[in-house]
Nanobody, 128 residues
């Protein structure tokens, strides 16, 4: 089965920004434009959740926890979808996968890209 290919993940500090890309391989570029495309996230030990979606006409939808921080977009000429993430939080950590609703319903997934957000820590002072 042919999958969309994700890239752009990394290890970042809380408050940082990151942009993920999702590119259609040559085998499915001819069918890319009419597709609704989704970004999913699977946090450690949790189920995979839908984070954002974009239709063929550019209508977008987001889960509440990322509204105002994440922006999904697509470039049909480049056969690529993007997820711009800002003000990242440790709870945004997970494997991000892009997919079509049909392949997701068939439990057919690509590799995804890992995003790890580490916190700023807390000061600990030990008095003698």
């Amino acid at each position: 089965q042919v999958h969309l290919v994700e890239s752009g993940g990394g290890l970042v500090q809380a408050g940082s920004s990151l942009t993920l890309s999702c590119k259609a391989p040559r085998a499915i570029t001819s069918t890319f434009n009419p597709l609704t495309l989704n970004w999913y996230r699977q946090a450690p030990g949790k189920q995979r959740d839908l984070v954002a979606s974009i239709t063929s006409t550019g209508a977008t939808n987001y889960i509440d926890s990322v509204k105002g921080r994440f922006t999904i977009s697509r470039d049909n000429r480049r056969k690529t979808m993007y997820l711009q993430m800002s003000s990242l939080k440790p709870e945004d950590t997970g494997v991000y996968t892009c997919n079509t609703p049909l392949q997701a319903a068939n439990n057919d997934w690509g590799q995804g890209t890992q995003v790890t957000v580490w916190g700023q820590g807390t000061q600990v002072t030990v008095s003698p």
